[in-house]
């Protein structure tokens, strides 16, 4: 893992298997086009997973080298995976205009799907996505990671629902990102057609969280803003972008996702997401605590009780991804409902699409 590159963060959690005995659940890989199918494969193997296979068309040999790595059986034919009746998820981190047409070609061949986030870029995609869901009965679900993948925004959603700060009234998220050496980037990042637009890919993890914290089933996006404000050889990129939500609960919601985190931090962006609620506040600071040697996923709660610090690095886990095992085997939705996921997917897609281009 690497932490000063975002694209390629993949946190590591304690292994935590929820396979029983006399069970299976095997997962094969079919894109590592990003570097987040890292950690999805890490969440999903330290949670009982077995890999049987990897497939990228566009990267062999990053496919080639995790198969080697577990112990899996690396093709050349994404069809071996959706032949076999013992795959039960393949997970995904595409080109992310491909996420879509693959999922709903692995759904349609009986299997689960695990997509990197953002998990689609129009609705008409979202609509397709629907469409199989109803068809297969099969799940698509989405890697929002800066919630599930971190300690402290995890603990957070339980402190939450469990009344910690009463009821959330406003969440304001911060996800800036390290842009490093654009010429280290694959084409498509620089391509609005195939990323799908700021809002619409990093902001996909500011509008899950919101849904999540605030307890929303619906939002509508109020405003929205996307620049180019510092690359202008790439004119397709948006290095910045915000928006407004309300819930439809009446919680309101601000976020700021952006390329520009500074080349002295040490890690890959500062991210923060504030909680307001009727009975007290939470601060999350997910990756470091800036100027102090805290280190991240700093959890800061402030409640009739008092002023309290948590410092959560290894002591909550990612009970996600086994949440999501057992929900496939066991048909229920304990990990993520079906409808968050695509709720999340379809709002980031409508402030994209809402938004007004501030700078070129």
């Not at 129009?122 to 989405?142: F, N, P």
């Not at 490093?180 to 980037?185: A, E, F, Q, W």
Request: aromatic share 8%; charged share 20%; proline share 4%.
């Amino acid at each position: 893992m690497t932490s000063s590159d975002g694209m390629n963060y993949a946190p590591k959690g304690k292994p935590n298997p929820v396979v029983r005995d006399g069970e299976t659940f095997n997962i094969a890989v079919a894109a590592t086009d990003h570097g987040h199918i890292n950690g999805q494969l890490a969440g999903l193997l330290e949670a009982g997973a077995t890999l049987e296979y990897t497939y990228c068309a566009n990267h062999a040999d990053r496919a080639a080298a995790m198969a080697e790595q577990h112990g899996a059986q690396h093709v050349t034919d994404l069809q071996t995976i959706l032949n076999d009746p013992d795959v039960q998820l393949v997970a995904a981190a595409a080109i992310p205009n491909e996420r879509a047409p693959l999922g709903i070609r692995c759904m349609d061949a009986g299997k689960h799907y695990f997509t990197d986030k953002t998990p689609l870029v129009s609705l008409e995609q979202l609509e397709d996505v629907k469409a199989a869901v109803a068809r297969t009965g099969k799940k698509y679900m989405v890697y929002y990671s800066e919630r599930l993948h971190v300690e402290c925004a995890m603990h957070a959603t339980d402190l939450v629902r469990q009344g910690a700060i009463g009821k959330v009234i406003h969440v304001a998220g911060f996800g800036p990102h390290r842009m490093g050496d654009p010429g280290s980037r694959p084409d498509w990042f620089f391509k609005h057609e195939q990323y799908g637009g700021i809002l619409c890919d990093i902001g996909s993890h500011q509008i899950e969280q919101f849904l999540t914290y605030a307890g929303c089933q619906d939002a509508t996006v109020s405003s929205a803003r996307v620049a180019n404000y510092n690359h202008p050889a790439y004119p397709e990129l948006e290095d910045f972008g915000d928006a407004t939500l309300v819930g439809d609960n009446g919680a309101t919601f601000y976020f700021r996702v952006d390329w520009f985190t500074p080349k002295g931090l040490r890690t890959w962006g500062d991210g923060r997401t504030f909680i307001v609620g009727t009975e007290g506040t939470l601060e999350l600071r997910k990756y470091l605590d800036l100027a102090t040697d805290e280190g991240g996923d700093q959890l800061l709660l402030v409640n009739a009780e008092g002023e309290q610090r948590m410092s959560l690095a290894g002591e909550v886990g990612f009970r996600y991804f086994g949440q999501l095992i057992r929900d496939c085997l066991d048909g229920t939705e304990h990990a993520m409902t079906q409808q968050h996921a695509l709720k999340a997917a379809e709002l980031c897609v409508k402030a994209q699409m809402q938004a007004d281009r501030i700078a070129t």
